[in-house]
């Protein structure tokens, strides 16, 4: 497929030494000056999640998880898990003392150990040539003299207003005259930078322990939180080796539970045994069966996947093929399969996904989130560290996969993925977008192979969920009418969703041409850029 220039769009970025894909202009910039100045690919995502932790503070920061895969150019991956777990002495007993029945997401109990921070030094110190000092100076530059509020950015905050105005301190840093800060306005963080400038000479352990750890602990616990000193300086992140699976001659590498991305093997598991190239890529038929096997995986998610301490059945089991074949059975290409459980949880769109290509072709796919807008809302003020709200997906009682545990750490829906083609790399992608991005990588794999689309292609195209409550089909305004009334035909529920659905970012790997073809999202303020 190729692109309609006389209808709006963009073009993916061709480049031959370097590549970067971020959610925003300014954290694209910083990668690309780091990568300029000799740094690796590495450093240029520590950089750029950095500035994204300042310019983007309702999508990501350091009060949040990381996730990523970093890959070598012979295709060998590690994987990082940087989730943080809840505090020991949150149990289903404690909640139950104290009345609570579900993790409100602007509850403290919600608020789980950041584990960014430790997850980027680890990153740095297994791949990376430079320290926090020097890949800092962008990122704290913004928050102590200020950066102007992009257009998408702005739009998220007008969203939250209320929400802020709930904690004196975040309606303190975050709102201008009791609204949201307008676009092309400045705004400053100087506690941010503060804290910023300490873990740059300090390291990690100058954000887990010492005034930082403090200063959060004293604000949750203000609140009624139970998170102590102990529970921050135990914060680790883990070395993962990715689970893969072939797709049509493509092998999709996804990071270990407790993130979701064994879910996104399993929808392509599904769908690859399915004649998908020869559907209309917006066509009811194929949207159908994108949204059958995303139910199922969804489904298989919320019955096993959590902390793998906790899980009863081993992941890899889950890609199996006679469990996918087992699935697959499932599907009618008549009708709606009704008999599905539904889940409590919601959609969220509260991440960032960046993914860096350098020179000497080390990539990296790295994902960083406060999960909801604004995470929990909860802002330690002396320190400028918003804090997430990743424990909003446990079960306060006892029974389910995901039910609360001291020290378990939640299943994550941040999941960044990669590509291998004949053993070497090809594609580094990940999609923001809460619950959807199991789904979303699904799409935007299947786009592009059984499609023939370019990365920007496969990143625009038009895209549809489904509500985890309801089961009822979610489509973007782009969704053609004709596909909508086929599936209702089919017995589907569609509604047209009131939002973009997530985000994305991708880098391909061309090795036969040299090239390096970066996409990056217009739902967001996308920003891909090469040289």
Not at 165 to 173: D, G, H, Q, T, Y
Not at 284 to 307: C, N, Q, S, W
Not at 411 to 416: A, D, G, L, R, V
């Amino acid at each position: 497929m190729r692109r309609d220039f006389e209808a709006p769009g963009r073009s993916p970025v061709f480049a031959r030494q370097a590549a970067v894909a971020t959610s925003h202009p300014l954290a694209t910039s910083a990668a690309l000056e780091v990568l300029q100045s000799g740094g690796n690919a590495v450093d240029a995502a520590i950089a750029a999640a950095a500035v994204q932790a300042v310019v983007e503070p309702q999508m990501t920061g350091i009060g949040g998880d990381c996730f990523a895969i970093v890959t070598k150019p012979d295709g060998h991956m590690t994987g990082f898990n940087g989730s943080g777990a809840s505090p020991r002495a949150l149990t289903p007993e404690l909640l139950a003392e104290r009345g609570v029945e579900e993790l409100a997401p602007t509850s403290p109990h919600a608020v789980t150990v950041p584990g960014a921070i430790r997850a980027w030094e680890t990153l740095l110190k297994a791949h990376g040539t430079r320290g926090f000092d020097k890949l800092f100076r962008r990122a704290i530059d913004y928050a102590e003299n200020g950066f102007p509020v992009a257009p998408r950015v702005n739009r998220d905050w007008e969203k939250n207003v209320a929400k802020l105005a709930a904690s004196p301190a975040s309606a303190a840093a975050y709102l201008v005259d009791g609204e949201a800060p307008a676009v092309g306005s400045i705004l400053k963080f100087p506690k941010l930078a503060e804290t910023l400038r300490a873990i740059g000479s300090g390291g990690a352990d100058a954000f887990y322990s010492g005034p930082v750890a403090e200063d959060i602990v004293k604000t949750l616990k203000e609140l009624g939180g139970v998170m102590t000193l102990e529970d921050l300086g135990a914060c680790h992140t883990t070395a993962v080796s990715p689970v893969m699976r072939d797709y049509r001659g493509h092998t999709i590498a996804e990071l270990p539970p407790n993130g979701q991305g064994i879910i996104a093997l399993v929808i392509l598991g599904l769908l690859e045994r399915f004649d998908l190239p020869n559907l209309d890529p917006l066509g009811p038929e194929r949207l159908h069966l994108e949204m059958e096997a995303a139910r199922i995986g969804y489904a298989v998610r919320d019955k096993f996947v959590t902390d793998p301490g906790y899980m009863d059945a081993c992941h890899t089991s889950l890609i199996a093929e006679d469990y996918i074949t087992q699935l697959s059975r499932l599907i009618r290409l008549d009708r709606r399969l009704v008999d599905l459980p539904a889940t409590s949880l919601a959609p969220q769109t509260d991440t960032i996904y960046l993914t860096v290509v350098d020179k000497d072709g080390l990539a990296v796919s790295f994902i960083n989130s406060i999960f909801n807008e604004f995470g929990s809302g909860i802002l330690a003020k002396n320190s400028g560290v918003l804090l997430h709200n990743r424990g909003a997906v446990f079960h306060a009682k006892p029974g389910h996969a995901n039910s609360i545990a001291g020290g378990k750490r939640p299943m994550h829906t941040i999941i960044p993925a990669f590509g291998l083609k004949d053993g070497l790399p090809w594609l580094s992608f990940g999609v923001m977008g809460g619950h959807y991005q199991a789904c979303g990588h699904a799409h935007l794999v299947s786009n592009i192979v059984d499609y023939g689309m370019d990365v920007q292609m496969a990143i625009d195209m038009p895209r549809m969920f489904f509500d985890l409550k309801t089961h009822a089909l979610e489509a973007e305004k782009m969704i053609p009418q004709r596909a909508i009334d086929g599936l209702e035909s089919l017995g589907h529920v569609v509604r047209r969703a009131a939002a973009p659905i997530g985000g994305s970012q991708a880098i391909m790997i061309d090795r036969h041409q040299g090239l390096l073809i970066a996409g990056s999202d217009p739902r967001k303020d996308g920003h891909a850029a090469g040289y």
